[in-house]
């Protein structure tokens, strides 16, 4: 349950900070905070989980928290013409070629593309973990 909170705090932080700091963050670091950090930030607290069926619980719930922080920090930037802004200083073209950022981060196909990613990390996470555990079980010392 502690862990719920801690990561509530934790997303609500990262909502706020990343929207305020949008315009002067890089593209490697806004996907660093909004692709990878909460992934990883779940599967270190599936790891620290102690009881099985909140682990269980914990597999659906975390990357649920951070679908909530994703879309509340899309709909933020969105609303306030901060990703507009950002999609446009991030866009380069050339003659070769041109790299283009998506105008919108509420678009189904975006949010889905989110959902495989946190939903896939937390369930892999957790059956690496119960496998893991599984084997742990099998080893007896002499």
């Known amino acids: 349950m502690i862990f719920i909170l801690l990561l509530s705090l934790f997303y609500i932080c990262l909502t706020v900070a990343s929207s305020q700091l949008l315009l002067s963050l890089s593209v490697p670091v806004l996907l660093l905070l909004t692709y990878l950090l909460p992934p990883i ?35 933020i930037t969105s609303s306030s013409g901060q990703w507009a802004q950002f999609a446009q200083l991030h866009t380069v073209s ?23 990613l946190y939903y896939g990390t937390a369930i892999a996470t957790y059956f690496i973990q119960q496998a893991g555990r599984k084997k742990e079980k099998g080893v007896t010392y002499a």
């Open 41 to 75: 930030v779940n599967s270190i607290c599936m790891g620290l989980q102690k009881d099985k069926s909140w682990k269980a619980w914990s597999a659906g719930i975390f990357p649920t928290m951070s679908m909530i922080f994703y879309a509340a920090f899309a709909y």
């Open 94 to 116: 050339d003659d070769v070629m041109s790299v283009e950022l998506a105008g919108e981060l509420l678009v189904p196909s975006q949010m889905l593309f989110v959902a495989v």
